[in-house]
């Protein structure tokens, strides 16, 4: 079983997207089970989960909740806006950080891979979900991108390998909504050699495509692959998941 979070401090940069469409490329071969740590549930509405009985609050709260099947060989944990107030709730607690990853054990072995969608804070839910991971993927959105931004990240997830969790990996930062026709875009590479950090960056980049947007739109509520599976988009996250499945495997010639 692998945990593959997707997380970035900044909204907007495609965090959800990105784990919806590679859970569902996944669930292909895989058992696949989505986690949604993010208040705003933006991922659970996504999938068309809206209103669920139980969500993500009540795992953190230790209560029963329930794993939704959402598609074939892919499961939900749902988030709700009710999950706003949990840092407050697990503040005082011991072990506080290491809530997510003792209920993803107790899931045991049924799954092959775990996809974490983080909110848009460093909080301890993002804690949470970096001590439960073994690869963080950072999605960076070509035209607001700031090598500030992902400094602050990589600082985040060297503090949390440090105190929490040995183990974790950088799987790699994600170009995303990337468009080669603008320059920023471009000089993009060229920010991330000057600082060393061109291994890092997955070859495959996501490109600004309307028919994403269009997957999501509250008529549709699909994975890019359902609704257009030949679309850009489509073609992009089905890069992107040969590029990881290659990228674990090296990481772990024992496939466990
Ligand atoms: P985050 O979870 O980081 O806040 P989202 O995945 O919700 O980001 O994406 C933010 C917005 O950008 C959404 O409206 C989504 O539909 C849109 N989006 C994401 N990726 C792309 C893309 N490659 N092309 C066009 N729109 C995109
Ligand atoms: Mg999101």
Redesign the pocket.
């Known amino acids: 079983m692998k945990v593959i979070a997707i997380s ?1 401090q ?9 784990c919806l469409n590679l859970a569902a490329y996944f669930a292909r071969k895989y058992k696949v089970l989505i986690i949604d740590c993010d208040k705003q549930a ?1 991922l659970s509405k996504n999938i068309g989960v809206e209103e669920p009985k139980t969500t993500i609050n009540d795992l953190f709260q230790k209560k029963p909740f329930e794993v939704i099947n959402v598609r074939k060989n892919l499961d939900l944990i749902p988030s709700s806006i009710d999950f706003a107030g949990i840092d407050l709730v697990i503040q005082g607690e011991l072990a506080r950080e290491t809530i997510l990853k003792k209920a993803i054990k107790k899931l045991g072995s049924a799954y092959d891979f775990i996809f974490l ?1 983080c909110p ?1 804070d460093m909080n301890l839910v993002t804690v949470n979900a970096l001590t439960a991971a073994d690869y963080v993927i950072i ?1 960076v959105q070509a035209s607001q991108f700031s090598m500030d931004g992902v400094d602050i990240m990589i600082q985040f997830i060297g503090g949390v390998r440090e105190s929490l969790n040995e183990d974790l990996s950088l799987l790699g930062i994600l170009i ?2 990337f468009d080669e026709r603008l320059r920023i875009s471009k000089s993009i590479e060229q920010d991330f050699k000057d600082n060393e950090w061109e291994d890092a960056l997955f070859k495959t980049r ?5 028919a ?2 269009n997957s ?1 739109h509250k008529d549709n509520r699909m994975t890019i692959f359902e609704y257009q599976k030949n679309s850009p ?1 489509a073609v992009d996250y089905a890069k992107l998941g040969n590029e990881i499945a290659r990228k674990i495997k090296k990481y772990s010639e024992t496939w466990d």
Request: charged fraction near 25%; aromatic fraction near 0%; proline fraction near 8%.
């Open positions: 970035n900044k909204g907007g940069v495609a965090k959800t997207t990105t933006n969608d848009p999605p995303t909504h996501i490109r600004r495509n309307t994403i947007e999501q988009g």
